[in-house]
């Protein structure tokens, strides 16, 4: 299902942190939202699934205006794994991942044996099969992340959202999901602090700072030292396609963090 961001503003706090973002992501692609803290991603993707109003501009989902849609309907269409899943959770695993169904039920409707095959594939492809009965509040972050994506899953929507979906996940899981995502088929945002898991996995990358897109294109194009450095203030050394990168900081940051400088060689 193809998403289109059409000159979408976001007003926050009576500031606007996004301004005229625009781009289309076409059905079955991966896109990778990257871009410094505060540059306006989780405002952005916030958009797609209705949980902020674009003071500016529209998105669309499958040709409609997310807004027009029920709220049953949005939920067909996307499905959004977040940040930081809160950790109030008074359910178990099983309980969480099976939520994941609740836009595919009327109202009373009760569960069926494929919405019970379906979750139970979730947490198998997420390897949480082992947690089903644990309570979510009693998982470690990276488990419970795990948890997150196997209910987004479970959502079976053409349309997949995920803030920071890696921020807890240790580097072998970090690429299994990575993986997951991109072997679905389905179209995915994702926003994404790691610029080498953008390069490796995301058919095109979009470069938001300061809440406007910078750039637009697949991570050998985009992912270029002189963009890296304008927009993180980082050096980097790039090498081959798809794009693997090697950050060096910047002298201010070495005196900020007062961090040894790598090597260059
Ligand atoms: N509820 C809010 N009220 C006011 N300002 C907000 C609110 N939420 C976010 N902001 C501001 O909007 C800007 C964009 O924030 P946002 O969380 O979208 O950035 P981000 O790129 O996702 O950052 P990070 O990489 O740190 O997660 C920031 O300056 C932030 O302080």
């Given at each position: 299902?193809?998403?289109?961001?059409?000159?979408?503003?976001?007003?926050?706090?009576?500031?606007?942190?996004?301004?005229?973002?625009?781009?289309?992501?076409?059905?079955?692609?991966?896109?990778?939202l990257?871009?410094?803290?505060?540059?306006?991603?989780?405002?952005?993707?916030?958009?797609?699934?209705?949980?902020?109003?674009?003071?500016?501009?529209?998105?669309?989902?499958?040709?409609?205006?997310?807004?027009?849609?029920?709220?049953?309907?949005?939920?067909?269409?996307?499905?959004?794994?977040?940040?930081d899943?809160?950790?109030?959770?008074?359910?178990?695993?099983?309980?969480?991942?099976?939520?994941?169904?609740?836009?595919?039920?009327?109202?009373?409707?009760?569960?069926?044996?494929?919405?019970?095959?379906?979750?139970?594939?979730?947490?198998?492809?997420?390897?949480?099969?082992?947690?089903?009965?644990?309570?979510?509040a009693?998982?470690?972050?990276?488990?419970?992340?795990?948890?997150?994506?196997?209910?987004?899953?479970?959502?079976?929507?053409?349309?997949?959202?995920?803030?920071?979906?890696?921020?807890?996940?240790?580097?072998?899981?970090?690429?299994?999901?990575?993986?997951?995502?991109?072997?679905?088929?389905r179209?995915?945002?994702?926003?994404?602090?790691?610029?080498?898991?953008a390069?490796?996995?995301?058919?095109?990358?979009?470069v938001?700072?300061?809440?406007?897109?910078?750039?637009?294109?697949?991570?050998?194009?985009?992912?270029?030292?002189?963009?890296?450095?304008?927009?993180?203030?980082?050096?980097?050394?790039?090498?081959?396609?798809?794009?693997?990168?090697?950050?060096?900081?910047?002298?201010?940051?070495?005196?900020?963090?007062?961090?040894p400088?790598?090597?260059?060689?």
């Amino acid at each position: 299902m193809r998403v289109e961001i059409d000159r979408v503003g976001v007003t926050l706090g009576g500031r606007e942190v996004v301004h005229e973002a625009s781009f289309v992501v076409e059905p079955g692609e991966l896109v990778g939202l990257v871009g410094p803290n505060g540059s306006g991603k989780s405002s952005l993707l916030r958009t797609l699934y209705r949980a902020v109003r674009p003071s500016a501009g529209a998105v669309r989902v499958g040709g409609d205006d997310v807004l027009t849609l029920s709220s049953r309907e949005a939920a067909r269409r996307v499905a959004v794994m977040l940040q930081d899943p809160s950790t109030e959770f008074d359910l178990d695993v099983y309980e969480t991942v099976l939520l994941g169904r609740g836009p595919h039920h009327s109202s009373f409707g009760r569960d069926t044996a494929q919405d019970v095959a379906i979750v139970e594939e979730a947490l198998r492809n997420t390897e949480v099969d082992d947690l089903g009965g644990r309570m979510v509040a009693t998982l470690s972050g990276g488990q419970r992340q795990r948890v997150m994506l196997a209910r987004a899953l479970a959502q079976r929507s053409p349309v997949l959202v995920l803030d920071e979906p890696s921020n807890h996940l240790d580097i072998s899981h970090q690429h299994d999901l990575m993986s997951t995502v991109r072997g679905l088929g389905r179209t995915v945002i994702a926003a994404l602090h790691d610029l080498n898991l953008a390069a490796q996995y995301c058919d095109r990358v979009v470069v938001l700072a300061a809440g406007r897109v910078v750039a637009d294109g697949a991570p050998a194009a985009v992912l270029t030292p002189d963009l890296i450095r304008a927009t993180f203030a980082i050096d980097v050394r790039v090498l081959g396609d798809p794009p693997v990168l090697a950050f060096r900081p910047l002298p201010r940051a070495v005196t900020r963090t007062s961090a040894p400088v790598p090597s260059s060689t």
